[in-house]
T-cell receptor, first 111, second 119 residues
Framework: RKEVEQDPGPFNVPEGATVAFNCTYS??????FFWYRQDCRKEPKLLMS???SGNEDGRFTAQLNRASQYISLLIRDSKLSDSATYLC????????????FGTGTRLQVTL | EAQVTQNPRYLITVTGKKLTVTCSQN?????MSWYRQDPGLGLRQIYY???????DKGDVPEGYKVSRKEKRNFPLILESPSPNQTSLYFC??????????????????FGPGTRLTVL
């Protein structure tokens, strides 16, 4: 099993739709999780972090299911500007030194 | 403006010709790291540095060298580049504040990337 696994997509959704991505991880000791956003050929930028069961920031909700070892990202009322690749990131427990990135899920929001 | 800069942004070179990609951050971050990004493989860590003169291998260190003589700079050196090092490279930095698991990870700020082609 890969350390971090994501559905590559692409997810094509109309503006205003709700879309959810899942990310599974193999290290059951991981405590914190992150979603980064990456626009085409640009650098990744932190979108959200989740340490407990979930985190909400406006239209974005990140949820954690430790029993099944997955995290999800929910985007409500999708905007054209949400089109990007979303990277799931799992750090090694207790250290900033090693981050494992998923390969990313591509989202395309259309009119 | 707080930022991570990389140079060059684009480079086409030939096999065996030594090159250096520079990375500099102005946020006084202790931690710096280099990644490469390839289609279908995602971001993979090459080397990282927890502070000045402290460096360690990531997942794919073969063929690369780094140094951390100053806090702000973390150059990536390819002594003898090969075509399989053609990739998009990102430098990143973060603070090492705190010691518990919640704060031991701090947001990583990425540079704009360097697209390297080795012929």
């Amino acid at each position: 099993r890969k350390e971090v696994e994501q559905d590559p997509g692409p997810f094509n959704v109309p503006e205003g739709a709700t879309v959810a991505f899942n990310c599974t991880y193999s290290n059951s000791a991981s405590q914190s999780f992150f979603w980064y956003r990456q626009d085409c050929r640009k650098e990744p930028k932190l979108l959200m972090s989740v340490y407990s069961s979930g985190n909400e920031d406006g239209r974005f909700t990140a949820q954690l299911n430790r029993a099944s070892q997955y995290i999800s990202l929910l985007i409500r009322d999708s905007k054209l500007s949400d089109s990007a690749t979303y990277l799931c990131v799992v750090p090694y427990t207790g250290t900033a030194s090693k981050l494992t990135f998923g390969t990313g899920t591509r989202l395309q929001v259309t009119l | 403006e707080a930022q991570v800069t990389q140079n060059p942004r684009y480079l086409i070179t030939v096999t065996g010709k030594k090159l250096t990609v520079t990375c500099s951050q102005n946020m006084n971050h202790e931690y710096m790291s280099w990644y490469r990004q390839d289609p279908g493989l995602g971001l993979r860590q090459i080397y990282y540095s927890m502070n000045v003169e402290v460096t360690d291998k990531g997942d794919v260190p073969e063929g690369y060298k780094v140094s951390r003589k100053e806090k702000r700079n973390f150059p990536l050196i390819l002594e003898s580049p090969s075509p399989n090092q053609t990739s998009l490279y990102f430098c990143a930095s973060s603070s090492n504040r705190g010691s518990d698991f919640l704060s031991s990870y701090n947001e990583q700020f990425f540079g704009p990337g360097t697209r390297l082609t080795v012929l």
